[in-house]
């Protein structure tokens, strides 16, 4: 009797840190035996509506929340005389400066409402481009227009992006944007942001994911990233390959890139993106007061992403902007309304300039959802 | 020597009925209801959620393509950033963890989903209703999450 006892205790004192081990478990894989054959023959009891989800394989982390540097090396800003130049004019230009921009880039995409059947997120941006020069000092409208961008352009924008899921394979996005863009700076004496000059942007697109590997989309997008009020078709095509080393992240034209998964924590991207909007010149020392400079850079660059640790992600990239369009506009003849120009129009603008390739350098640091 | 170990014995023993009857969720209140085998909605896996001591667990015990086909070897955890669980086989992989059961909110909250396909581990929190759970992953805080609906499903029973 007292050997049962004796065996009794030993093995409830055994037991009990069993019981306290298992109340601990780090163990994520369960090595039990079990017939997991029990589990290919199912059936429903609970009843869910299958949706395809927003993403693919090994793209790109999402960003919720971003704060990055921009610094360019120097490009030359060539203008014209303040007067009516179409765009294709071979102006003589009356003079010519050296810049370089830098400038904080924060944004923000957070997910309100993330389910299956339906994705909305709402964000913010918030972007400067500070300008170092070497201003000439007689130089008429060239140094005129230098002044007016000289206390850096700033872009603040508002945004949302709708994913509806239309069954298994199919679904819609719906992104749509304001900004208010323009010479001013926070905290000074002049004039401006203005809400009546606020931009407005967006896209519809629909699109099918017939697997994890590949998603694609076509539609439509009223858009400012060639400088300019355009509406213009766009193509997405989101790919990776079976071996999953690499693929494509393409939202034709406004960026494409080509990625190449180091590892799980390690991403290379390389190919370009179009940035671009109208910023509105206040305090304009020119005659015409309602200008807008029709700004639009294409960034040829490499993307190294790196995760830091979990969620927290950083970003170099490294490449040339080549400066698109960097043209102004008076509005006065369309009551301070902007117009649309698209590629074939022929309206003339106020002053038609240039400004050459410069390198650049981004740096950020990201919270990201793979 | 045979006092202290009798001694022993009833120390264990109390100790093993109280690290049961204390658990926040016990079998009277609604935290028991998760477990089962569900399907989350993309259909890739299913999930067997059980109980062990006061939390509960869920393993992943089948996969839709259970072969992986760069290697035609079975689905490892090859994107884990822990380089030793790389190798680790993903039927039996214990995916849900830790949750605990707050009969307040009637949710589970507390525990972390894996996700082995981009290897990332999210804070969750799960709720149901009608056999179906809404499973929310986060980073940090809710807000910053996606929630995915499992199914619940049976075993088939063999004629």
Known sequence: MRVVLKR????????????????????????EEEDYSMYDDVEDVGEITTYCSPKIFDLSPNRFLSIGYDVTGTGTLKTSNEGAHKPDDNVARNDQSDLNYHGIRLNANIPVISKSKFVLQVGGGFNQSRITTNQLANAGDHNTLLDEISGGLTSINLNTTLFKPLGETNFLILQLMAEQNGNYTFGSSTEGPDLAN??????ALWGK????????????????????????????????????????????????????????????????????????????????????????EIRARVDYQKQIKGFVWMGVQAGVILNYAYNIDDLTATDNKDFYRGFFGDQ????????SPMPYVNVSLNLVSK | MKKIITLIGALALLFTISSFTSSPASVQDGGDDIIGLWEPSNGKARVKIEKIGSKYYGKIVWL???????????????????????????????????????????????????????????????????????????????ALGRTDTWKRIKIKKKN
């Open chain 1, 8 to 31: 009794f205790a030993l093995t409830l004192f055994v037991s009990s840190f069993a019981a306290l081990g298992f109340s601990q478990i780090d163990s994520s894989f369960v090595e």
């Open chain 1, 198 to 203: 606020t931009k407005y942007s967006g896209t």
């Open chain 1, 209 to 296: 994911r017939p697997n994890d590997r590949k998603q694609w989309g076509v539609g439509v997008s009223r858009t400012y990233r060639a400088g300019e009020l355009n509406y213009i078709p766009v193509v997405m095509y989101n790919y990776t390959a079976a071996n999953r080393k690499w693929g494509t992240e393409i939202l034709f034209p406004a960026r494409a890139f080509y990625r190449r998964k180091i590892d799980a924590r390690n991403i290379l991207l390389a190919g370009y993106e179009l940035e671009g909007t109208s910023y509105r010149l206040y305090n304009t020392g020119f005659n015409a007061q309602n200008l807008e400079l029709r700004r639009s």
């Open chain 1, 348 to 355: 003339t603008y106020t002053f038609s300039n240039t400004l």
């Open chain 2, 64 to 142: 839709r393509e259970p072969i992986d086909p760069a290697t035609q070897k079975p689905k490892v955890d090859k994107n884990n950033e822990d380089e030793k669980m790389r190798n680790v086989p993903l039927r039996g992989y214990r995916m849900l963890k830790d949750f605990v059961y707050d009969e307040e909110s009637k949710e589970w909250s507390g525990g972390t989903i894996y996700d082995p396909e981009s290897g990332s581990l999210y804070s969750c929190v799960i709720t149901m209703k009608n056999d179906v759970l809404d499973i929310r992953g986060y980073v940090g805080v809710k």
